[in-house]
Structures are given as C-alpha cells and as structure tokens.
C-alpha cells in the first residue's frame, strides 16, 4: 500500500519559516492536500492540490510537489501555527485515500 | 452553512455491531460524495470508508473492508456507517466528510468540510 513518510516534529521560532515535508513514491504525480489539526479540534483544509490554498487561509501558507516530496510552508510563523499538519493523497492503485503520518508543528 | 453532526458512538464489547450517523447541512448533500475518517487516540488520520454521490462507487479502507458498511439516503441528509465485529483496535473518533467536488469520481476532491466526530470506544 502506498506510505506518506513525516517528519514526527518540527520545532520553529516565531517569525522564522517552518518546513514539513511529506515523502511518497513518485508523489511529484499526484495532487497532494494538506490539513491543520489544533488539539480537540477538526482538522482543517490548509492547501489543495499542491499549491492552492483555500479562502481564508493566511498567505503564509505554502505548498510544494515535485519528484518524491511534498512540502508546505509556514512563513513568519505565529504561535497559533501550533498543531498537527497531515499531507493527503488519493492512491488510484489501491482506491484509497493516504494521509500522512503527520507532523507536529511546535513554536518556540 | 456547512454542518456535520455524527451520532452514534459509544462503549462496545468486541465483536458487537455499531451504526453511526452524520446529519448534513448547508450544502446540496445528493451532489457529493461523502467519507468516514477515523483518528485513534493519540494517533494520525485513516481514511474509513467512501460513497459517492448516487452511492455508485463505495471504497473501503483494507483494515474495515468486510466488516464496516457505509451508506447514504440522499432523501434524509444522512450518511451512516454499520460497525461489526468491532475490535479493540477500532477504537477511534469517527469523522463524517465532504467530498470538495461535485459529482466526482474517487480521488478527484479533498476533505472540505468536517464534523467534530463522534467517539467509538471497543473495550470489554
């Protein structure tokens, strides 16, 4: 089955730049989605297909895909970043939906 | 408004059976596929289960495939999955979500909106 490797954390200092990536197989191919979970709270939307990121979601959210890594950033990053990051994919091989083993986002 | 409401969790034994439920509203709910996403404590998101929108394509996650059983009355706004043969390990907060595209096909969309997700605990 198709495997979304994270980083388990990634600590930042406020206003630096936090990168997560997200590894897979050839996942330069796919559109890769990306979510936001805060503690006792639902995961959020945060980037769509690589790159778009939806209404409402500050411009200091990024997004990347090429070869075997998907990456989002996180400019000028805030202590409200703090939260749980998962990448996402379809697997058209096997008809499911991936998530990634996600990423905690700690600030400094 | 988009809203998703799931009912239905609680403590079982395993090997019992559960049907969960998802009241949706603010969006035209017959014009998109709808998903269960679990997350077991402590732990990362697994995708569970897919409908799409006339129930024409169901996906299942290869860990429930047999044993859970999703389902959707357009009709009524409502999405259901039927647990059986529950194990300890399916112990999880079950999501209700939607699809992002109208009328897709599986893996066409994103997980647009949730619900705050309802607690199954498998436990004797």
Redesign the interface.
């Known amino acids: 089955?198709y495997v979304l490797t994270q980083p388990p954390s990634v600590s930042v200092a406020p206003g630096k730049t936090a990168r997560i990536t997200c590894g897979g197989n050839n996942i330069g191919s796919q559109g890769v989605?990306w979510?936001q979970?805060k503690p006792g709270q639902?995961?959020?939307?945060v980037i769509?297909?690589d790159s778009d990121r939806?209404s409402g979601i500050p411009e200091r959210f990024s997004g990347s895909n090429s070869g075997s890594t998907a990456t989002l950033t996180i400019s000028r990053v805030e202590a409200g970043d703090e939260a749980?990051y998962?990448c996402?994919v379809?697997d058209?091989s096997?008809?499911?939906?991936?998530?990634?083993?996600?990423t905690k986002v700690t600030v400094l | 408004e988009v809203q998703l409401v799931e009912s239905g969790g609680g403590l079982v034994q395993p090997g019992r059976s559960l049907r969960l439920s998802c009241a949706a509203s603010g969006f035209t709910f017959g014009d998109y596929a709808m998903?269960w996403?679990r997350q077991a404590p402590g732990k990362?998101?697994?995708?569970v289960s897919?409908i799409t929108w006339k129930s024409g394509r169901i996906?299942y996650?290869?860990s429930v495939k047999g044993r859970f059983t999703i389902s959707r009355d357009n009709a009524k706004n409502s999405l259901y999955l039927q647990l059986s043969s529950l194990r300890v390990e399916d112990t999880a907060l079950y999501?209700c979500t939607k699809d992002?595209m109208v009328a897709a096909p599986?893996?066409?969309g994103?997980?647009?909106y949730?619900?705050?997700?309802t607690l199954v605990t498998v436990s004797s």
């Open positions: 089955s989605h979510y979970q639902a995961p959020v939307l769509s297909y939806p749980d998962y996402q379809w058209s096997g008809d499911h939906y991936v998530f990634g083993t996600g | 998903h996403v990362g998101l697994e995708w897919g996906d996650a290869d999501y992002s599986p893996g066409v994103y997980f647009d949730w619900g705050q997700g």
